[in-house]
């Protein structure tokens, strides 16, 4: 790992990326060398291809990388939160592994991040990428716009693009949020509810180089409409402590 005990850990899940995550990787390095001390933790999903040979003979020469692999195939969201449950940083980046969110864009989110945790002084803070200029396919793009319509309107998470896998926050707060499959869709409205603060930020958006999505239609917005359920039904159960400092004897 690097020198010093990194301050932002970027954590990426992969499935089946072996063309994608050398350039990433590049990027990352590019984008916080100077900015921060990082590492990057990518949890290699139980991929049928090349990708975690390809991440562990780049990890040979890059300290900063760890390489976690899953011996079952569990998904982004549980491939999400090894990572964070890994990385070392008290501050947390993750990125999708397909290539399509810019690392160059982590600085950014970092300084707005610890804006707000200044200025809000309590609290768990996330700062979510909004994919303002998105680069997918019409049907795609209509797909999304229909899933944060309709996850908006139910969940009062006033997030744009709740999907954008380009996310910031605190490691503990992430760790303190109940797990679910698929709960990466939902993290500004869980973090909401636990009293935090969200703000989303726009990001760049880029085409796909390698590969294929992972993701179509049925599994984007149908599926999605089970899980809005579950998640206000914690929204109903929440109770957020004002904790008043305890009294001790002198």
């Known amino acids: 790992m690097s020198p010093r005990a990194p301050e932002i850990s970027v954590v990426v899940p992969v499935h089946n990326e072996s063309g994608n995550v050398v350039a990433l990787l590049d990027e990352i390095e590019a984008a916080l060398t100077g900015v921060a001390a990082f590492e990057a933790v990518f949890v290699d999903d139980r991929s049928s291809d090349d990708t975690a040979g390809v991440l562990q003979a780049y990890a040979q020469t890059h300290a900063w990388l760890a390489v976690v692999r899953?011996?079952?195939?569990?998904?982004?969201?549980?491939?999400?939160?090894?990572?964070?449950?890994?990385?070392?940083?008290?501050?947390?980046?993750?990125?999708?592994?397909?290539?399509?969110?810019?690392p160059a864009d982590i600085p950014a989110l970092l300084a707005r991040w610890r804006s707000l945790q200044q200025a809000s002084g309590r609290g768990p803070v996330l700062i979510a990428g909004w994919r303002a200029k998105r680069l997918d396919t019409p049907l795609r793009r209509f797909s999304s716009r229909v899933a944060n319509g309709v996850r908006s309107r139910l969940l009062g998470d006033a997030t744009p693009d709740s999907g954008c896998g380009l996310k910031l926050f605190a490691r503990d707060d992430f760790l303190d949020l109940p797990y679910f499959d698929h709960m990466h869709r939902f993290l500004p409205a869980l973090f909401r509810r636990a009293g935090g603060t969200v703000?989303?930020?726009?990001?760049?958006?880029?085409?796909?180089?390698?590969?294929?999505?992972?993701?179509?239609?049925?599994?984007?917005?149908?599926?999605?409409?089970?899980?809005?359920?579950?998640?206000?039904?914690?929204?109903?159960?929440?109770?957020?402590a004002q904790v008043a400092a305890p009294e001790r004897k002198a």
């Open 199 to 240: 703000e989303s930020v726009p990001v760049r958006h880029r085409n796909r180089a390698h590969g294929q999505s992972h993701y179509g239609v049925g599994n984007r917005l149908w599926v999605g409409l089970v899980d809005i359920l579950g998640v206000m039904w914690l929204q109903r159960r929440a109770r957020i």
């Open 70 to 102: 899953h011996a079952n195939n569990c998904g982004q969201s549980t491939a999400v939160r090894t990572g964070v449950r890994f990385a070392r940083a008290p501050v947390v980046a993750t990125l999708d592994g397909d290539g399509q969110n810019h």
